[in-house]
């Protein structure tokens, strides 16, 4: 079975930056794709980044120049950094994979962006 665990939040301040980490149980090259995404209270999971198989990377906008995606295959590890966080990007934020027709997601990180 596989599993993702998220692991990287926490409060920061506007202005700051924080790494999320997800292992995952098996290589990320057996994946299509992974992605982060994240939800707020009251409002749907949203997209953050994707990166796909090949390495191709996507962003969501209101993320663009800000966030980075990354992975460590050796590891088993998806990564995003995030920098010039704002209050707007507190959520829960969660790994997710993709594996032809399966879909799998971790548990979820908070991270809370506040003075």
């Known amino acids: 079975q596989v599993q993702l665990v998220e692991s990287g939040g926490g409060l920061v301040q506007p202005g700051g930056s924080l790494r999320l980490s997800c292992a995952s149980s098996l290589s990320i090259f057996e994946f299509n794709s992974m992605a982060w995404y994240r939800q707020a209270p009251g409002k749907e999971r949203d997209l953050v980044a994707k990166?796909?198989?090949?390495?191709?990377?996507s962003y969501a906008d209101p993320v663009k120049g800000r966030f980075t995606i990354s992975r460590d295959a050796a590891k088993k590890m998806l990564y995003l950094r995030m920098n010039e966080l704002k209050p707007e990007d507190t959520a829960v934020y969660y790994c997710?994979?993709?594996?032809?027709?399966?879909?799998?997601w971790g548990q979820g990180t908070q991270v809370t962006v506040a003075s």
């Open positions: 990166v796909n198989v090949g390495g191709t990377t």
């Open positions: 997710n994979s993709k594996m032809l027709r399966y879909v799998y």
